[in-house]
């Protein structure tokens, strides 16, 4: 944790002029980076076995900027009277009673990289330290993994798309007991 400290210390202060050059706000530059450094103690000793922990922290503020500005994206109002097509909710969250089983059918390979990266929201770039592999390789195995979920929800569920290659409508199967 000494590592971190100092690493912290040397880094900070630039690590904090970055953000804000590109935020133009004081505020939303603090918290991005009191946002860097939880992630960084949260690396616990990895942190001190990174082999360039500066270009790690400048990647993991890149990472977080993207983050945020897709956030603060200008967004319309829509109005109050707009019809949502509540068929296309419902068949959606009703598909979501099929992951389960589903999930519990797939490798326990695929099975950890979909409920650690698109379930508990791990980044792949985490997953491929956890891992102890490339992030083109977890980023491949989590593709892989979500290709053979489709394909079995697809048949284990008689998924039926509309012509847009949205879920029009499905069998649900019971949950396992």
Known sequence: MNCLMQTWHQVEPELHVWPLKRLGDRADADDMLQDLFLKAIRQQDRFCE???????????????????????????????????????????????????????ELSAEDREALSLCDLQGMSQHDYADLKGISLPGAKSRVQRARKRMRAQLASACQLRFDAAGKVSDFVPR???R
């Open 174 to 176: 019971p949950p396992l």
């Open 50 to 104: 990174l082999r360039n922990a500066r270009a790690w922290l400048f990647e993991l503020a890149r990472n977080a900027l993207i983050d945020r500005l897709r956030v603060t994206r200008e967004q319309i109002e829509l109005p109050e009277d707009l019809v949502t097509d509540v068929t296309e909710v419902a068949a959606v969250d009703s598909l979501a009673a099929c992951l389960p089983r589903v999930l519990s």
